[in-house]
């Protein structure tokens, strides 16, 4: 998250209107958060469904295998990104929450879905894909200095940007947004705190489904808006769930990063697209001792479940570190939309 910088030009999309409707389903079981300063009314709404509801297979046609669940066709490919997602999690002192799902062959795999966690700059994505819906609605498209702010917010995760459209959208847009989107187990921060948003494994996946497929929330047009800028979001960002993706596909990304008293709060949404791919990745962690440990922890699983996914076409390591540099911890603590942190413990 940086402050505003060089404003990036957006092409003028126009959004159409579309009807309202509800969007993909499934919930699964909340912990409740216990640090001071944030909310411990988390218990998600319909927590009894199964994690992993939503995928393409019908249920009666799925099987699963550790955290994943498939197709039978497929339930060799669900053992073995289960074994390697779990690897990657493994000794890992922070918290985390995987959610992984690829269209091409019905393979999920969910770990933690329903913990909650603070949102930083992920919720950004929530902004925009809330403020394309308002305007599906008005029958109106992005003005220019709507598409101004929505270039810096998701391209260069400008705050100022995010604090801007965040306001014009108002909370009751954004609730309405995340109501169709049936992302039940979101909660907008409150006092204007959009980075403390409580978010979910579980919703980010329902979100990125919505970026991804046909739906009746977002429109195409909404979903290329907003798809094509988060694959134009600069080099010193593109870290991540990207990590290990094979240089065919196209890779869309929000990442979000803030520390507190507790640590650092490091998320990672990506979906990764074309040539015959479409698979989705969020994964969430708070108390790392550094923001490099919770990055670290992202692109462990990352690079597995590229790997498995794309039988081993991964971009080489020598690139992959030049492409994915951690971010300078930046200006999170100067705006408003986000509290003054507490110094993080030592290492």
Not at 40 to 49: F, K, L, P, V, Y
Not at 74 to 100: C, M, N, P
Not at 195 to 217: C, F, I, W
């Amino acid at each position: 998250m940086r402050m505003r910088g060089l404003v990036t030009a957006s092409a003028v999309v126009a959004v159409g209107v579309m009807t309202m409707g509800a969007g993909v389903t499934g919930a699964s079981v909340v912990k409740p958060a216990t640090r001071a300063g944030r909310s411990t009314a988390t218990a998600a709404r319909g927590s009894q469904t199964t994690e992993g509801a939503g995928t393409l297979a019908a249920p009666d046609a799925t099987v699963r295998t550790g955290i994943c669940t498939s197709p039978p066709a497929h339930r060799e490919l669900a053992a073995q990104l289960s074994a390697d997602i779990q690897r990657a999690l493994r000794g890992r002192a922070d918290d985390h929450a995987v959610a992984v799902d690829d269209t091409v062959t019905g393979v999920s795999c969910y770990t933690d879905s329903g913990r909650h966690f603070d949102s930083a700059s992920i919720v950004k994505a929530i902004i925009l894909a809330a403020l394309l819906r308002w305007h599906q609605e008005t029958g109106t498209p992005l003005s220019s200095w709507e598409q101004g702010e929505a270039t810096q917010m998701i391209t260069e995760s400008d705050n100022d940007a995010a604090t801007d459209l965040w306001d014009e959208v108002g909370l009751s847009r954004l609730q309405h947004f995340l109501d169709l989107a049936q992302m039940n187990q979101t909660q907008l921060g409150e006092d204007g705190f959009w980075g403390l948003t409580q978010v979910t494994a579980h919703d980010e996946m329902l979100l990125l489904k919505l970026l991804t497929r046909p739906n009746s929330v977002l429109t195409a047009a909404s979903r290329d808006y907003q798809l094509g800028l988060m694959a134009q979001v600069i080099s010193s960002q593109r870290w991540g769930t990207p990590a290990g993706a094979p240089d065919d596909v196209t890779v869309h990304v929000k990442n979000g990063w803030l520390p507190d008293g507790s640590g650092w709060h490091v998320n990672s949404i990506g979906a990764f697209t074309g040539r015959g791919r479409n698979y989705l990745i969020a994964v969430l962690t708070d108390e790392n001792a550094s923001e490099q440990e919770g990055i670290d922890t992202i692109e462990a699983v990352a690079q597995a479940v590229h790997r498995d996914l794309n039988q081993g076409r991964v971009i080489p390591r020598a690139r992959l570190a030049a492409s994915v540099a951690s971010p300078a911890p930046s200006a999170w603590a100067v705006v408003p939309a986000l509290p003054t942190p507490t110094a993080p413990p030592a290492p």
